[in-house]
């Protein structure tokens, strides 16, 4: 068989392999796959997304978020039920706006509504103090 023929085989054969063999990496959590869904969550009827890296003070408890549960995998019956966790006011912001969310106002992570669109220019300001850490 000629040479080339050959290497194109192998080269065929390889290139089959690689798709196969991703799709059946494993993780190192046991088994389980990771989730690929951003953190997000669900406060008096708006739904809200991380913004990291911003200075914030959280002030007083305003209610209970729910943390809806991770749809990444189709057809998936054994999806985990929703969490939920402590919604504090954010100082500055509507809640409309802004939230912080975790199990006390020192811990809690700021979180935006709909942070995939532009931010409301409040938001804005506090991702634009944030220094660059490549600058410098």
């Not at 990771?34 to 959280?58: H, M, P, Q, W």
């Amino acid at each position: 068989m000629n040479t080339r023929i050959r290497l194109l085989g192998c080269l065929l054969a390889a290139a089959a392999a690689v798709p196969i063999a991703a799709g059946c990496a494993s993780s190192d959590s046991g088994g389980e796959s990771d989730a690929l869904c951003a953190y997000r969550v669900e406060y008096n009827g708006n739904t809200y997304g991380t913004i990291a890296n911003v200075k914030f003070e959280s002030a007083e408890k305003i209610g209970t978020a729910t943390e809806p549960p991770c749809k990444d995998t189709p057809n998936d019956d054994n999806q985990d039920e929703p969490g939920k966790v402590q919604a504090f006011a954010v100082k500055g912001f509507d809640p409309e706006t802004a939230i912080a969310v975790g199990n006390s106002p020192g811990e809690a992570r700021f979180v935006v509504v709909n942070p995939s669109r532009s931010l409301p220019p409040e938001v804005q300001k506090l991702v634009d103090a944030v220094p660059d850490a490549t600058a410098g």
